[in-house]
T-cell receptor, first 114, second 113 residues
Framework: GAGVSQSPRYKVAKRGQDVALRCDPISGHVSLFWYQQALGQGPEFLTYFQNEAQLDKSGLPSDRFFAERPEGSVSTLKIQRTQQEDSAVYLC????????????FGPGTRLTVT | AQTVTQSQPEMSVQEAETVTLSCTYDTSESDYYLFWYKQPPSRQMILVIRQEAYKQQNATENRFSVNFQKAAKSFSLKISDSQLGDAAMYFCAYRPGADGLTFGKGTHLIIQP
């Protein structure tokens, strides 16, 4: 079946622009996670949804970052007034339910802020 | 806060040989999960192997096995009979309960033909 998909795969934004990154989880997966991976680093947790409820947003680096999953399926990560330090790969992952051990990752969106 | 440390930025191994990647972690939890993920240059993160902390038996998946030392908070990955397709970044990750994963900085594995 289809895996986790993310769009766009690449995004170039000028500093100060707003961007929206989309994640389509595996159909039926209840849990959805966003991670930020800077160049040469491991992914860092940003936020977590169970269905449409955002249960943990402790990893969001600033109030410029906002995530939503209004119908419990597709999720959007929005970054307002982008800064150069926001340049990274943004990874989305989904899992079947909250107790599931395995998270399935998408290919990521590479954001470059110029 | 939980931390995951991978002390080997890069490892190199001859094809068909065995290599061990190191990982240590710090936590005050007693129940948690540990994972090794592989990230090839295409960047799709793939689960290699997982270990539940309450299980004493080390997990094994074909050529991949772990050495889990709970008291020492150590979780190393052994790859036997290394293949060219094993070349990738390998990340150790920790998860308490249903929360997000905490990753190490990764080890770049090079397979020499």
């Amino acid at each position: 079946g289809a895996g986790v998909s993310q769009s766009p795969r690449y995004k170039v934004a000028k500093r100060g622009q707003d961007v929206a990154l989309r994640c389509d989880p595996i159909s039926g997966h209840v849990s959805l996670f966003w991670y930020q991976q800077a160049l040469g680093q491991g992914p860092e947790f940003l936020t977590y949804f169970q269905n449409e409820a955002q249960l943990d947003k402790s990893g969001l680096p600033s109030d410029r970052f906002f995530a939503e999953r209004p119908e419990g399926s597709v999720s959007t990560l929005k970054i307002q007034r982008t800064q150069q330090e926001d340049s990274a790969v943004y990874l989305c992952a989904s899992s079947l339910d909250r107790t599931s051990n395995e998270q399935y990752f998408g290919p990521g969106t590479r954001l470059t802020v110029t | 806060a939980q931390t995951v440390t991978q002390s080997q930025p890069e490892m190199s191994v001859q094809e068909a040989e065995t290599v061990t990647l190191s990982c240590t972690y710090d936590t005050s939890e007693s129940d948690y999960y540990l994972f090794w993920y592989k990230q090839p240059p295409s960047r799709q993160m793939i689960l290699v192997i997982r270990q539940e902390a309450y299980k004493q038996q080390n997990a094994t998946e074909n050529r991949f096995s772990v050495n889990f030392q709970k008291a020492a908070k150590s979780f190393s990955l052994k790859i036997s009979d290394s293949q060219l397709g094993d070349a990738a970044m390998y990340f150790c990750a920790y998860r308490p309960g249903a929360d997000g994963l905490t990753f190490g900085k990764g080890t770049h594995l090079i397979i020499q033909p």
